[in-house]
């Protein structure tokens, strides 16, 4: 039984969420995203059919408008700050959001080339969310694409 129970405990923690996750700020991150992103982003859509729309299908598949939410959180964990200090790497992806949104740039890409290339530039959003926002919506996307072999945390929105 305590075999049982140590697994148990084990499994669960290797599961779990980190201790900087806010539901509350998550979904308030997620109405900002509806709100003010999902124009032009769609929020997330399996990995398999995106390369397959840009690598086959030059886009023609899903024609999107811009990168989805889930790539922009893959991306922005594996290529944004410290991937060992959560903490640290969410200021640092709200940093690279924040100017990002206020002053876009392909050259500051953090999407593949290969996807990038079927999309224009993003108009500044300077004066259409605020820093507090950024911050928020930025919160929401990095933990959108929770396990992803970037970072080791699982997420399922249906456990909260």
Do not use: W
């Amino acid at each position: 039984m305590k075999v049982v129970a140590a697994s148990f405990f084990l499994f669960s923690s290797l599961f779990a969420l980190p201790e900087e996750f806010d539901k509350q700020r998550y979904n308030k991150g997620e109405k900002i995203f509806e709100n003010k992103c999902s124009q032009c982003h769609e929020k997330s859509m399996p990995i398999a059919l995106l390369m397959k729309n840009f690598l086959e299908e030059e886009n023609k598949l899903l024609n999107l408008k811009a990168p989805t939410g889930n790539e922009i959180s893959f991306r922005l964990k594996q290529q944004i700050g410290h991937k060992d200090d959560i903490e640290f790497q969410l200021e640092e992806t709200a940093d690279f959001v924040k100017d990002y949104l206020y002053n876009p740039n392909k050259a500051k890409t953090i999407c593949l080339q290969g996807v990038i290339r079927h999309f224009d530039t993003m108009p500044s959003m300077k004066g259409k969310i605020s820093e507090e926002e950024i911050e928020d919506v930025t919160f929401f996307l990095y933990f959108l694409e929770g396990f992803n072999g970037v970072n080791e945390y699982y997420h399922n929105e249906e456990d909260f």
